[in-house]
T-cell receptor, first 115, second 117 residues
Framework: AQKITQTQPGMFVQEKEAVTLDCTYD???????LFWYKQPSSGEMIFLIY??????QNATEGRYSLNFQKARKSANLVISASQLGDSAMYFC????????????FGTGTSLTVIP | GAVVSQHPSRVICKSGTSVKIECRSL??????MFWYRQFPKQSLMLMAT?????????EQGVEKDKFLINHASLTLSTLTVTSAHPEDSSFYIC?????????????FGDGTRLSIL
């Protein structure tokens, strides 16, 4: 079974609008971490936001927020006020301490911001 | 914040050449580094986990003799693609994480685009 599932291969959003990128995960552990990374066309992986399994509040970092629904095992990324520079691949990832802290990545979502 | 440097950023070489890629943690010690391979428009595929002072742990299907990993210090891991062939052309990216609890993200290098002619 896939550890991380991203069901949106590609998304489009109008500049200045908000967009939600979906991510569901599969784990039987109680303790885990969820991460979102941005990968522009240049290739580098940019860490955006983190959510811990025990965190009761949704994580926020500037224009990024994470809609964490633990019972549904979902960790959707919300980008508010989209900018042209937000066009990139976005990867959801999970870290499980019980598996040596290995990161599991989803297949990614390609976001295009339309001017 | 934590920075990981990866070098070179791009390599173009002939088939049969061995290519070494370096991954350095610049402002923190990394006992564990990770090497990924990424094909166009696909996700990162973990190749191996590099452990300082011990042998790397390879993922299933990754040839140990093809992809040599050395982690000789707390700040440097190298990946050597031996006798590279066109099918080895890909984007290789390393990462490292600081010590601490699971809220520590992996910090990535900028990647190496390897093209074998």
């Amino acid at each position: 079974a896939q550890k991380i599932t991203q069901t949106q291969p590609g998304m489009f959003v109008q500049e200045k609008e908000a967009v939600t990128l979906d991510c569901t995960y599969d784990t039987s552990d109680q303790s885990y971490g969820l991460f979102w990374y941005k990968q522009p066309s240049s290739g580098e992986m940019i860490f955006l936001i983190y959510q811990g399994s025990y965190d009761e509040q949704n994580a926020t970092e500037g224009r990024y927020s994470l809609n964490f629904q633990k019972a549904r095992k979902s960790a959707n990324l919300v980008i508010s006020a989209s900018q042209l520079g937000d066009s990139a691949m976005y990867f959801c990832a999970m870290r499980e301490p019980n598996t040596g802290n290995q990161f599991y990545f989803g297949t990614g979502t390609s976001l295009t911001v339309i001017p | 914040g934590a920075v990981v440097s990866q070098h070179p950023s791009r390599v173009i070489c002939k088939s049969g050449t061995s290519v070494k890629i370096e991954c350095r943690s610049l402002d923190f010690q990394a006992t564990t580094m990770f090497w990924y391979r990424q094909f166009p428009k696909q996700s990162l595929m973990l190749m191996a986990t590099s452990n300082e002072g011990s042998k790397a742990t390879y993922e299933q299907g990754v040839e140990k003799d093809k992809f040599l990993i050395n982690h000789a210090s707390l700040t440097l891991s190298t990946l050597t693609v031996t006798s590279a062939h066109p099918e080895d052309s890909s984007f290789y990216i390393c990462s490292a994480r600081t010590q601490g609890y699971s809220n520590q993200p992996q910090h990535f290098g900028d990647g190496t685009r390897l093209s074998i002619l």
